[in-house]
């Protein structure tokens, strides 16, 4: 499709256990960010990348959390050691460059038990 | 520091109602970017709008239309004759204009809620 997608849709993991979460950007949108959403709150940055660098990580909660692109496309964001507090929905999105409007996915909603 | 307020938590209203969502933002920045976005019940949040600090210029589409002013920091959004289907968290957001690409900052989300 042309828009912004996100696997999985849904992951259920068990305290500690690491969980990776996938995003394919738009076509041609050279930037990409992570944002997280707990339920019933606002959108928390994590991180975003200019092609494949991050010029701001300083959204990251923990060095648990992490994230890297390649190819100027997908991005994996990788939880180690996941904690009860993780629980939410990953949101990427992605825009074109410079300053482009930002087009979401549809997340990842993530449940620690 | 940047920072977007959207003081009404939850807004109800009954449907063909007009209801106005308040958005207060807060940057040191002269070049900045202003946003709404929807996020319906099904979770994923739907672009709106994008509008430059050097564009003060209102707009309206369709039943939508957005007041900037930057004399009172605020850049308002109104829907006319409301609808079920309006139902929504609605979330303002404020990018820095350098080049670039550059983080969003979400304010809480109003939850607007259209009675039929």
């Known amino acids: 499709g042309a828009g912004v997608s996100q696997s999985p849709s849904n992951k259920v993991t068990e305290k500690g256990k690491d969980v990776e979460l996938r995003c394919d950007p738009i076509?041609?949108?050279?930037?990409l960010y992570w944002y997280r959403q707990r339920l019933g709150q606002g959108l928390e940055f994590l991180i975003y990348?200019?092609?494949?660098?991050?010029?701001?990580k300083s959204g990251l909660p923990s060095d648990r959390f992490s994230a890297e692109r390649t190819g100027e496309s997908v991005s994996t964001l990788t939880i180690q050691r996941t904690q009860q507090e993780d629980s939410a929905v990953y949101l990427c999105?992605?825009?074109?460059?410079?300053?482009?409007?930002?087009?979401f996915g549809p997340g990842t909603r993530l449940t620690v038990l | 520091a940047q920072k977007v307020t959207q003081a009404q938590t939850e807004i109800s209203v009954v449907e063909k109602e007009d209801v106005t969502l308040d958005c207060v933002y807060e940057?040191?920045?002269?070049?900045?970017?202003l946003f709404w976005y929807k996020q319906p019940p099904s979770g994923e949040l739907v672009f709106l709008i994008r509008?430059?600090?050097?564009?003060?210029q209102n707009e309206i589409s369709g039943r939508y239309s957005w007041n900037f002013q930057k004399s009172t920091s605020s850049f308002n959004f109104t829907i006319t004759a409301s609808q079920v289907v309006d139902s929504a968290v609605y979330f303002c957001?404020?990018?820095?204009?350098?080049?670039?690409?550059?983080?969003?900052?979400f304010g809480q989300g109003t939850r607007l809620t259209i009675n039929p």
């Open positions: 990348f200019q092609g494949n660098s991050a010029p701001d």
């Open positions: 940057t040191r920045d002269t070049t900045y970017y």
């Open positions: 957001a404020l990018s820095r204009g350098l080049p670039g690409a550059q983080k969003l900052v």
């Open positions: 076509s041609g949108h050279t930037a």
């Open positions: 509008r430059n600090s050097f564009d003060e």
């Open positions: 999105a992605s825009s074109s460059y410079p300053v482009g409007s930002r087009f």
